[in-house]
């Protein structure tokens, strides 16, 4: 048994660093799921390459978790798990969207590779922020969830330029220092214990919405689209909320 000196006299078990390194290894798994995701994006398997993009969502979503439970930073020391999480994310969440409107006609021919080259400097500028993560848990400047934005821009099919100026719009919102939630980070949301419960579970909703839809592409579901769309609106207006009223200035 060994220990380490954080302070609070942690040991650590063989055990506990194989749990350690296997953290890492999944979180490493999501840069993987992408690369499938680009092969099924070459092979214009649109919808295959939409549920892999999805498997990268979940594995995103459960792998900070897993670390905490875990105390990953301790127990594998000489591995920095926050610069692995931003590699992969700055790949599915930029990169693998990036090669999917490249790849299909969901903006204007001529405008492809100036919209492509807007998303990827302004998602570097947005992951290398020295407080791209506030103190508060809170994304700052739109969080390029370009991998989403490309999920609605499929399923929506509007008119290309409509999509082009949607994604510039986001893509200048990188820049703005507007808070947005960090669905997996509530802890800054509310000191209200069964709201930051409420929008876990509308987080989750929303997930089972997009996976429904997908289910049954290319036929629709009001419902489903009611709860994908309702939850977009929640964030966005949860969002501006919190950056204009921090918790800190509540009664």
Avoid at 120 to 134: E, L, P, R
Avoid at 215 to 244: K, Q
Wanted: a positive charge; hydrophobic letters at 55%; charged letters at 10%.
């Amino acid at each position: 048994m060994k220990q380490i000196d954080d302070g609070t006299s942690l040991f650590m078990t063989r055990k506990r660093r194989l749990a350690g390194w296997l953290v890492h290894m999944f979180t490493a798994s999501g840069a993987f799921v992408g690369v499938l995701a680009l092969v099924a994006i070459s092979q214009q398997k649109l919808i295959v390459a939409l549920w892999l993009m999805s498997a990268a969502i979940v594995i995103d979503a459960v792998d900070g978790w897993f670390a905490r439970i875990i105390q990953v930073k301790w127990v594998v020391p000489a591995i920095d798990g926050a610069l692995l999480d931003n590699i992969v994310d700055f790949f599915n969440y930029t990169m693998v969207p990036s090669f999917f409107l490249l790849m299909t006609h969901l903006i204007p021919d001529a405008w492809r590779y100036v919209c492509v080259a807007a998303i990827i400097f302004s998602s570097g500028y947005q992951f290398t922020q020295v407080d791209a993560k506030t103190e508060d848990h809170f994304f700052k400047g739109f969080p390029s969830y370009w991998n989403i934005v490309v999920f609605y821009l499929f399923f929506w099919q509007m008119n290309t330029w409509v999509n082009l100026v949607i994604l510039l719009v986001l893509a200048f919102l990188s820049f703005v220092p507007i808070k947005y939630v960090y669905p997996s980070r509530l802890d800054y949301l509310t000191r209200n214990k069964p709201l930051r419960l409420g929008m876990l579970a509308a987080t989750v909703a929303w997930g089972l919405a997009a996976i429904g839809l997908l289910l049954i592409y290319p036929a629709s579901n009001a419902f489903l689209v009611f709860i994908s769309i309702g939850y977009l609106i929640l964030y966005v207006v949860i969002s501006l909320h919190r950056t204009w009223v921090p918790l800190h200035s509540d009664g």
